[in-house]
């Protein structure tokens, strides 16, 4: 059972941060006061219409690292192996240009660090690479595509398309 007993100096904090409803930090703070109220986690959980599980993570946060705790607290599930590792392996090398790895690609490409990491021994799929350059703090934008050499220049496109006539009788009689 987790009971939580506050001298008057945090509680007095707790209050003040309860008061700003900019965030679920409110919530928080409201939760250890009711377990500095004496209130049990089931109760303080039914009268705030959360999990008894949440409460204890909670108050559990609370006392290891005080009111910070109640600010930064995990997001709920199991932390992503892959995209830990690929964070590892991907700073240093989105650092350098891409054709110190033997590349010749025009820039990083999903497709190109997803190979790269396949090389490197870790199987990542693009949404993978996505969410770990977002959490490094790359941005990622896909590529534009490059106009082909033999495109039409404006001028041609305002034309529009030509018809080409079927070749006429004469020509097909001096055909044969």
Partial sequence: MIRIYLPS???ERLEKARRLRTTNLAERCLAVLLSDRAQSVPVIAESIGRHDHTIRSWL???IQDG???LRHTPPPGRTNRK???ALMILQPVLAKHRSEYGYLEGGWSTHLLVD???GQGLE???STVKRTLKRGGWVYKRFAKAVPAPAPSSEEKKRGWMRVSAPSSRSRASMT
């Fill in 9 to 11: 100096e945090q509680r």
């Fill in 60 to 62: 559990k946060a609370y």
């Fill in 67 to 69: 009111i910070e705790g």
């Fill in 83 to 85: 995209e830990q590792e």
């Fill in 116 to 118: 790269y990491l396949h």
């Fill in 124 to 126: 990542a799929s693009d």
